[in-house]
T-cell receptor, first 108, second 114 residues
Framework: GQNIDQPTEMTATEGAIVQINCTYQ??????LFWYQQHAGEAPTFLSY????GLEEKGRFSSFLSRSKGYSYLLLKELQMKDSASYLC?????????FGKGTRLHILP | AAGVIQSPRHLIKEKRETATLKCYPI?????VYWYQQGPGQDPQFLIS???????DKGSIPDRFSAQQFSDYHSELNMSSLELGDSALYFC?????????????FGPGTRLTVL
């Protein structure tokens, strides 16, 4: 089976740092994706990890531990436009299995 | 850079009618995926095609069918529409041998069934 867990909602302050955690259990795992989705819009690709470790891309970083089935997305220097849902997704065979998403609220 | 194109962007249908959604992948991408996203839900995988052949199948109802054509565009055909089919339908494309197989999403088609 497959299961992806991430917090439903988080709140952070503009300029701060926030870490969104994700745990997953899936067979045929071939990588962990993070997508950003604003309401009513398409998911936008943020990062992909297939090996253990940290991938940094500007203000966003993503970490993966395959042995623990764990990933996190780190957002630094938060901006109001970062208010969105962040979807953790596990690559499995020929598809992506999405988590329910974490709705991130940014306060001024 | 060219992105995934979906048409139409909005569609309103009556119950029991038929709808066809179209997807044009990013040039040179060989794989197309269809997802359904209900209000407040995560995207649910429906079906995927690689090199014009169905490669995987998810929670696609029997009333729906899809295919990928020789020019790699794909169509999702939905028949006997039900109220519960109202959702955002996303198409995504990827280049399987790029190493990451990252999926890039189109803007979606919002289907409303009345």
């Amino acid at each position: 089976g497959q299961n992806i867990d991430q917090p439903t909602e988080m709140t952070a302050t503009e300029g701060a740092i926030v870490q969104i955690n994700c745990t997953y259990q899936t067979s045929g795992f071939n990588g962990l994706f993070w997508y950003q989705q604003h309401a009513g819009e398409a998911p936008t690709f943020l990062s992909y990890n297939v090996l253990d470790g940290l991938e940094e891309k500007g203000r966003f970083s993503s970490f993966l531990s395959r042995s623990k089935g764990y990933s996190y997305l780190l957002l630094k220097e938060l901006q109001m436009k970062d208010s969105a849902s962040y979807l953790c997704a596990a690559g499995r065979d020929d598809k992506i299995i999405f988590g329910k998403g974490t709705r991130l609220h940014i306060l001024p | 850079a060219a992105g995934v194109i979906q048409s139409p962007r909005h569609l309103i249908k009556e119950k029991r009618e038929t709808a066809t959604l179209k997807c044009y992948p990013i040039p040179r991408h060989d794989t197309v995926y269809w997802y359904q996203q209900g209000p407040g839900q995560d995207p649910q995988f429906l079906i995927s095609f690689y090199e014009k052949m169905q490669s995987d199948k998810g929670s696609i109802p029997d009333r729906f069918s899809a295919q990928q054509f020789s020019d790699y565009h794909s169509e999702l055909n939905m028949s006997s529409l039900e109220l519960g089919d109202s959702a955002l339908y996303f198409c995504a494309s990827s280049f399987r041998y790029a190493g990451t197989d990252t999926q890039y999403f189109g803007p979606g088609t919002r289907l409303t069934v009345l």
